[in-house]
């Protein structure tokens, strides 16, 4: 009888042999049927899993439970050789496992069962007489999801059994052990087979036999045999100028997360392949020769060196990796990764090192990145004499930088000796991209530091493999991409350089530009051209006194027209208004003393305004029937020619007044620019200093005050700029003029110049106020010592970022 739940249950088939008690757990809407139009259904799909109804329930089975017999061999059909006997074979499939019934097939060049088996995408677990077998799709799903989301195969495994009996996954048998042990065989065939779609690599003496599994980056210059694809001395001819191209570009780190547990390993584990990491037994042969000692920094405490505390390594037996990689294009270079013991000793590097040199022998361009370069780099060519002397001429012409972000924990010194943002000839690279590699590789640490030692090289180099394969194929976009924005920013910065010579004047920078780039050291200091000198910073008082001092020339050059100083007269009031507004805002504002003062300004410039009035009724009598008195002096509106109602200058008068106002607005625009660039260097030594001097409490306020006065001084020269703007357009100036062009809050910045490179600064050019627009006569006092340094590395900056006319490196 049909189930009131299931009304199609039990009915007759549409074959007419037997009744629907049958369907697919794995297909999409598919209605009960009798066994046999089932098994038809389903000849192709041996691995659904079925589900038949008992009465009460549909229950979960595999096909072997309803007569699916499994032939191997005659497309699907009996063999006519093979016996009625059939075995028992327990299939992992990516939907459970499923207890199959298996005829094999005994012709004669059948071959034996477990090669029938891999001929019908079936991975026998064991040789003779397998009774478990792993389904192609599935070993492929395990290595691509562990390769993107490091899960183990304790919990694939435990996965796959819930999938099979979610109730009691103990009565599914348990695969754990020949599924990790085929995975292994599984993935030597893999990172085989894909070496084997991509170029081979060299077999040279100083690599064991192995390394032309990895997969090398494509960009980079490539050893062939031993012999690199471009000659060496074609190179040194090159390298006259663009010297990047030909560059070999490494990158050193230490990772202490792909760590390795002291545990009782398997004695007959072996590596089946041998890819990024080298022979064990050729690195401890190799440690037993050298003292292992790890060097004291004496630049910055970095955490890959001095703060390497012994006591988090004292259950393992490997406390990390220290690799080699491309910095560039971010890849794993091959028998490049070795092994540490207690910490980063310099011998596991210059190991790793040398396994990365391999074919590079003489190379004269190699640019090497390392967190700890300014300790490392001292005696590298006195280590390398001594235990690798086939790379020290490579090692003694190589140059070590520190990557970007790290050189920021180095000392003063170290870092214009040695980081990425002061280093000729390495265009933006900043070799930090090899940790990017670790931050994708550190969550399969709490698996691979339980594994034996063979199972857990095999397990990160495929790791490392799958991280190349995937940057390989996204290699192309990348650097057309880049291509794309590098010639965007190089026209860019080109043509922001030569306007700010000319800004600047070509006879003050002539000078400039002959500075070497080159850091020396003299006397136990650590002179470049990059790093700011110890000048005297201006006070503030002497800061604004200066630009009120230009300000107030703005009405000496028409002191001689009276129309014309009743305009200058009226923008001077205007810029006092502004002032005293700003100034009325302030925090300290409300204090007895400050608030004083402000209204006995407010008393003045009332006084000053009203006088002012007199006039403006002589030259403007139509301006006064709409001018409205404010309670406060800074408030009310003076109604300039610029700001009269559009019908108001029909008179010649005022067409006067318009020519005065326009040439007056044009000079406080100029000024306005001038006293912008003067308060923003101002203000990027107060913060260069604050950094100095700014401990405790009290010295910490002030410093404050101060930073917040300039702020105030640059607020204060951007409205005034705006406002002559403003003034200008409504006088008829077109809107697009390029010799007053509109001051964007972005515009309103400089490139740090008074302190150290900040990160990110090298896609900033630059704004336009510093290379185009006019330019205000500077005075005398900008003329002095400390002017003149933060303009000589303004420029300097600019020169090696459109990189013309800098001295190579020689």
Not at 663 to 668: A, M, T, Y
Not at 727 to 743: I, N, Y
């Amino acid at each position: 009888m049909a189930s009131e739940s299931h009304p199609n249950v039990c009915e007759p088939c549409a074959c007419g042999e037997g009744r629907r008690t049958t369907r697919c757990k794995d297909c999409f809407n598919h209605k009960p049927s009798c066994d046999a139009c089932f098994l038809r259904v389903h000849e192709l799909n041996p691995f659904h899993f079925a589900e038949r109804w008992n009465g009460r329930y549909f229950e979960k089975m595999s096909q072997a439970a309803i007569g699916r017999v499994i032939y191997l061999g005659h497309d699907g059909l009996p063999c006519p050789s093979a016996g009625p006997n059939d075995l028992h074979l327990d299939v992992v499939a990516l939907n459970g496992v499923h207890g199959c019934r298996v005829r094999y097939c005994a012709c004669t060049k059948s071959g034996k069962h477990w090669e029938q088996l891999l001929q019908h995408d079936l991975f026998p677990a064991t040789l003779p007489k397998p009774a478990t077998a792993f389904a192609f799709p599935l070993l492929k799903a395990f290595d691509l999801l562990s390769s993107i989301s490091k899960s183990s195969a304790m919990d694939y495994v435990s996965t796959l059994r819930r999938l099979t009996n979610n109730a009691f996954a103990d009565d599914t048998p348990d695969f754990y052990k020949s599924f990790r042990r085929i995975m292994r065989v599984w993935r030597t065939i893999q990172i085989k087979k894909r070496a084997g779609v991509f170029h081979g690599m060299h077999d040279g003496t100083d690599k064991p036999p192995g390394h032309e599994l990895c997969l090398r980056c494509p960009a980079c210059p490539q050893p062939v045999s031993g012999v690199l694809q471009c000659p060496v001395e074609s190179i040194t001819i090159r390298l006259s100028r663009p010297r990047h191209k030909y560059t070999l570009f490494l990158s050193i780190d230490g990772n202490f997360k792909q760590q390795l547990k002291i545990k009782n390993c398997d004695p007959d584990d072996i590596e089946l392949f041998i890819a990024f990491f080298s022979k064990r037994e050729n690195v401890e042969a190799y440690i037993k020769l050298t003292s292992g000692d790890v060097e004291k920094s004496t630049c910055a405490n970095l955490k890959a060196n001095n703060l390497q505390s012994q006591l988090k390594f004292i259950s393992m037996v490997v406390s990390g990796v220290v690799s080699c990689k491309c910095s560039r294009h971010d890849m794993y270079m091959p028998g490049a990764t070795i092994d540490l013991k207690k910490g980063e000793s310099f011998a596991y590097t210059d190991f790793a090192l040398n396994q990365a040199l391999s074919g590079f022998e003489n190379y004269p361009e190699i640019v090497c990145s390392y967190d700890i370069a300014c300790q490392y780099s001292k005696k590298v060519q006195a280590r390398f004499r001594t235990h690798f002397p086939s790379h020290e001429k490579t090692v003694s012409i190589m140059r070590f930088h520190v990557p970007k972000l790290h050189g920021h924990g180095h000392s003063e010194d170290c870092r214009y000796l040695f980081s990425f943002d002061y280093a000729p000839n390495v265009g933006r690279t900043h070799g930090e991209r090899i940790e990017s590699g670790w931050a994708e590789g550190n969550l399969a640490g709490p698996s691979t530091r339980e594994m034996n030692a063979g199972h857990r090289h095999e397990t990160l180099s495929c790791f490392y493999n799958e991280w190349n394969f995937q940057q390989t194929v996204k290699l192309a976009e990348f650097l057309a991409r880049k291509l794309v924005e590098a010639r965007w920013q190089s026209a860019v910065k080109a043509k922001h350089f030569k306007k700010l010579t000319a800004a600047m004047g070509h006879e003050r920078t002539k000078e400039w530009k002959q500075l070497s780039t080159e850091p020396v050291v003299q006397d136990g200091e650590v002179k470049s051209v990059y790093r700011v000198k110890d000048v005297k910073v201006p006070s503030m008082d002497s800061i604004e006194a200066r630009l009120d001092e230009a300000s107030s020339n703005i009405q000496a050059a028409c002191a001689s027209s009276k129309p014309a100083k009743f305009v200058a007269t009226g923008l001077k009031l205007e810029e006092r208004q502004f002032k005293l507004s700003a100034r009325a805002k302030r925090d300290d504002a409300k204090l007895k003393r400050v608030a004083a003062d402000i209204e006995a300004e407010r008393l003045k410039l009332r006084t000053e305004i009203d006088a002012w009035r007199k006039d403006q009724a002589l030259y403007m009598p139509d301006a006064l029937k709409i001018a409205v008195e404010c309670s406060r002096a800074e408030d009310e509106r003076l109604i300039l020619p610029s700001h009269a109602p559009t019908k108001k200058g029909d008179t010649p008068l005022f067409t006067y007044l318009e020519q005065f106002e326009t040439d007056l607005r044009k000079g406080q625009a100029e000024d306005a620019l001038s006293g912008l660039r003067l308060a923003l260097k101002y203000k990027d030594s107060l913060l260069k200093d604050r950094k100095q001097i700014a401990y405790g409490n009290r010295n910490r306020t002030r410093a404050a005050v101060l930073i917040e006065r300039a702020e105030d001084l640059v607020r204060r020269r951007t409205a005034a700029y705006r406002r002559a703007r403003d003034a200008l357009t409504t006088l008829g100036m077109a809107e697009d003029d390029a010799s007053f062009p509109v001051l964007a809050d972005e515009h309103v910045v400089l490139k740090v110049v008074y302190g150290a490179k900040k990160l990110g600064s090298g896609k900033y050019t630059g704004s336009w106020i510093w290379d185009e627009g006019p330019r205000g006569i500077l005075s005398d006092a900008e003329e002095d010592e400390w002017e003149e340094e933060g303009a000589s590395r303004h420029h300097v900056f600019s020169n090696a970022d459109a990189d013309l006319d800098v001295q190579e490196t020689k």
